[in-house]
């Protein structure tokens, strides 16, 4: 992947007045503002349905367990029955086949949408991501639907009923992700013509608004879904679907043009060359490298890995995620509402770290190192946050200790926006979206990857009444953060 020689490794720090601080965004062309609200929508939507999905599947698999040892058609398991080991091992395997399956079908789509996207073609790369989320999480609610026309038509038989979902309904939504990748290839299109649309400079600051903005999705969105499904588990899914439905109108209005055709941003004839190059004289004039030679540095390959090594680990470790509620419900008797709104402090987190530790943090730390190391800095202080607090899920004795936990944790998600930012400063906006196409598709094999191993230490955890998926996911994040600190070392 061609890279290019950094010309300023100090780049633009955020301006502190406020007044400053929101006409800066007047400098964010509108591809930047479509592709926010695109994430927003996306983030949204998957939001409102991460409390209510996972119960729908647990109901699911209950009723099929409750049939399947001669209830009558017309009873209602109890709670305790849901909570049995029986059920919920059952419950922990089809949400891994089924993450297992959607994460598969991703990978094999990230690299055509990613060089579709590369092609010129954005804009139907995001009205085919948009068609792939509405059908994907439309699944369920079409099978909803069958089975509604199917007890008008007495065919209860071949389908099912209104009040039991049939599980194949479930298997079928990975089939969907085929079309564009669905919420997973969202992120990779959206980084890469924000990457393509704003100057070198802007970059981290954009990347920052846009991680800002899915926060207050994800504050929005699962006091969406918990208020609405605790009336009806079809509303949350009516909601989201047409939160997803909204992304045409952004994508639509999509512009196939790169920050490469503006006026005064070039490519320069040595941007083949490395940007932790110390050879050239600017590189000696303005970095703290200057009395380390090349020959000190790691190989570039070897920087490039280490980051991808990352990124996969992470993601591994984010996994747990998944698990969250249904472990917080199962140890604590929370209900799936309840335990949902742990996804809310996720949100409040999130918007407090991108709208005002980040910033701070990033102003701060470039007065005293160059670019790379600050942005290697951060990244390691997000792995270390997100190992402390996976470790503090994994032995909390009450929801107040998992909360605090959890939050610790979102602080330490930072790591993809640094890591990322210190990627891209290191290849040509051409091959940006190559990047950030490999990077996600590093991530979605870690996921795939992942998912199968958080799904064998919940069904063990729950045995002897542990978080095991978050002690699993602590090593990772341990992992992660050994390598980040030793790279930033060494630049």
């Not at 599947?57 to 409750?66: G, K, N």
């Not at 064998?456 to 996911?473: E, Q, R, T």
Request: glycine share 8%; net charge negative.
């Amino acid at each position: 992947m061609p890279i290019k020689v950094r010309h300023e490794h100090r780049k633009r720090t955020l301006p502190i007045s406020t007044i400053n601080y929101v006409r800066g965004f007047r400098q964010y062309p509108m591809n930047f503002w479509l592709c926010t609200l695109l994430l927003f929508l996306v983030e949204l939507g998957c939001a409102i349905l991460a409390a209510p999905s996972p119960m729908l599947l647990e109901t699911a698999v209950c009723r099929h367990h409750f049939e399947n040892e001669g209830q009558p058609l017309n009873g209602e398991p109890t709670d305790e029955f849901c909570r049995s080991k029986e059920v919920q091992v059952h419950f922990a395997f089809v949400i891994t086949v089924l993450s297992t399956l959607s994460t598969l079908a991703a990978t094999m789509m990230q690299v055509p949408m990613g060089m579709l996207g590369d092609k010129g073609g954005i804009r139907l790369a995001f009205m085919l991501n948009a068609t792939s989320n509405v059908l994907y999480w439309g699944c369920v609610a079409i099978v909803g639907m069958a089975s509604l026309i199917a007890l008008e038509e007495g065919l209860l038989i071949v389908i099912g009923s209104q009040h039991n979902f049939p599980l194949w309904g479930f298997y079928l939504s990975p089939a969907f992700i085929l079309l564009g990748g669905g919420p997973w290839v969202t992120g990779t299109l959206v980084f890469s013509a924000v990457s393509d649309s704003v100057k070198p400079e802007q970059r981290t600051a954009a990347f920052s608004i846009m991680e800002a903005t899915s926060g207050i999705a994800d504050l929005l969105g699962p006091i969406i879904g918990t208020m609405t499904m605790t009336i009806h588990l079809g509303i949350p899914f009516a909601v989201a679907l047409v939160v997803f439905s909204l992304m045409f109108l952004p994508a639509s209005h999509l512009r196939e043009t790169t920050v490469s055709g503006m006026e005064g941003v070039g490519s320069s004839p040595v941007e083949t060359e490395s940007l932790l190059s110390v050879d050239s004289a600017s590189d000696r004039e303005d970095t703290d490298l200057e009395h380390t030679s090349r020959d000190q540095l790691p190989p570039r390959a070897v920087i490039f890995s280490i980051c991808f090594i990352c990124f996969f680990f992470f993601q591994v470790a984010r996994d747990s995620t998944n698990y969250l509620i249904p472990w917080v419900s199962l140890r604590f008797g929370e209900t799936m509402a309840r335990a949902g709104l742990l996804f809310s402090l996720r949100a409040i987190m999130s918007s407090l770290l991108y709208f005002v530790i980040l910033p701070l943090a990033t102003y701060w730390i470039d007065q005293h190192w160059p670019s790379a190391n600050r942005d290697l800095t951060l990244s390691a202080s997000g792995a270390l946050c997100c190992t402390l607090g996976t470790l503090v899920v994994a032995a909390a004795p009450n929801l107040a200790t998992v909360a605090f936990g959890f939050a610790l944790s979102v602080l330490g998600s930072s790591m993809t926006v640094t890591l990322r930012s210190f990627l891209a400063s290191n290849v040509q906006n051409a091959f940006s979206g190559r990047l950030f196409a490999v990077v996600s598709m590093t991530g979605t094999i870690g996921s795939l990857i992942g998912t199968p191993i958080m799904g064998v230490a919940y069904s063990l955890g729950i045995n002897y009444d542990i978080g095991l998926p978050f002690l699993v996911s602590a090593l990772s994040y341990l992992l992660v953060l050994g390598l980040l600190v030793w790279l930033a070392s060494k630049i």
